[in-house]
């Protein structure tokens, strides 16, 4: 199936053009080729277009960013089972060897050769079609849309993480960001069984829809002193887990505090590379466990699952719709108007 397709090639620190390019083709019996139709804006993608590097990912030439991807299957590789031309997918963005101790172990999310779309040098899918392995491929079920399809990703990372804390019926959980990720992680936290559920944010739309999904408190970091509040809410206990899903020396620093003695704190956020005023003390005397989460494994499944069946809400986190060819304009639009946008998607 030769012939071209447009896709968004990213040359600089906020240069971004719509080309065309050649369409990718089949080359292994276990590929699939995907058209893409939705795809969502991460804010890992808006720190590229922004400043062109995360840590020791270096946008060093044309590249495709993009990562959050749904679409339809176009064709299948000769080994293909279980998929057919036609069938809607979500795309989990991380190919893996499938050989390391890591694979193996069913902890694939830490191989490290894993391909990664729109994470250079590796390009994403903020294009028409994609060739991926028909492995991280995964049907949608009937009643859901391919929009929610791309929202499989970020829920996945929140499933990830509360799955690493051990989330529990009765926990207490605080949900320090109320971004798309900060969002999944309460619906996550929700249906592992937490029956108070603190989101704090300084934005007012994103604390509306935490309370909509769920949330047992909303707080807003920029009118309330956020530490007290959260230990007078939880009886001067703190929580049994915190999610710091910002990434500031500050968010990280606040999760400690507000856990109470004996509980986890799970990092969700990108943040500083060292933290200079990181409470050693009090994380000591509480005998805090500390999780660091990179990415998912053996998330979609069970995203998918808990999607279908209205346990959890992810479409209502879609708040703006662009074409591929608006995708230059919407990276900047997110940017300009991040108090108006919890996520934007790109309709190719």
Avoid at 47 to 71: F, K, N, S, W
Avoid at 177 to 189: R, T, V
Avoid at 230 to 253: K, Q, S
Wanted: proline share 5%; aromatic share 6%; charged share 20%.
């Amino acid at each position: 199936m030769a012939g071209t397709m447009k896709a968004v090639m990213m040359y600089d620190v906020g240069d971004l053009r719509v080309e065309q390019i050649p369409r990718p083709e089949i080359t292994s019996p276990g590929q699939a080729l995907v058209r893409i139709e939705a795809i969502g804006i991460c804010g890992s993608d808006v720190h590229y277009y922004q400043h062109g590097r995360i840590g020791d990912c270096v946008v060093t030439g044309p590249m495709i960013l993009g990562h959050e991807a749904a679409g339809e299957v176009i064709e299948v590789g000769e080994e293909v089972a279980g998929l057919v031309a036609g069938d809607k997918v979500a795309i989990e963005p991380g190919r893996t060897c499938r050989r390391c101790e890591f694979c193996k172990s069913g902890r694939y999310n830490l191989c490290p050769d894993v391909i990664f779309l729109g994470t250079p040098p590796i390009d994403g899918a903020f294009c028409e079609y994609l060739v991926w392995p028909a492995d991280f491929l995964f049907k949608l079920p009937d009643n859901m849309s391919v929009e929610e399809g791309a929202m499989m990703e970020p829920l996945a990372v929140g499933i990830h993480g509360a799955r690493r804390m051990e989330v529990k019926a009765g926990d207490s959980v605080a949900v320090l960001g109320a971004g798309p990720i900060g969002l999944c992680a309460l619906q996550a936290a929700q249906i592992h069984g937490a029956s108070t559920i603190i989101v704090t944010d300084v934005i007012p739309l994103r604390l509306r829809a935490a309370e909509k999904l769920g949330a047992t408190h909303i707080l807003n970091a920029s009118e309330v002193e956020v530490e007290a509040t959260i230990m007078e809410l939880t009886d001067g206990r703190g929580v049994d887990v915190a999610f710091e899903c910002v990434g500031t020396a500050a968010t990280v620093a606040q999760a400690i505090k507000v856990t109470r003695s004996g509980g986890k704190v799970q990092l969700v956020g990108v943040g500083p590379a060292t933290i200079d005023d990181f409470p050693v003390w009090e994380f000591i005397i509480k005998e805090l466990d500390m999780s660091g989460l990179f990415r998912y494994a053996n998330c979609y499944p069970p995203c998918l699952a808990v999607t279908a069946s209205g346990q959890v809400d992810v479409k209502s986190l879609i708040t703006h719709r662009f074409s591929l060819a608006e995708t230059p304009e919407a990276m900047q639009w997110v940017i300009d108007h991040k108090d108006e946008v919890i996520k934007a998607v790109i309709m190719p």
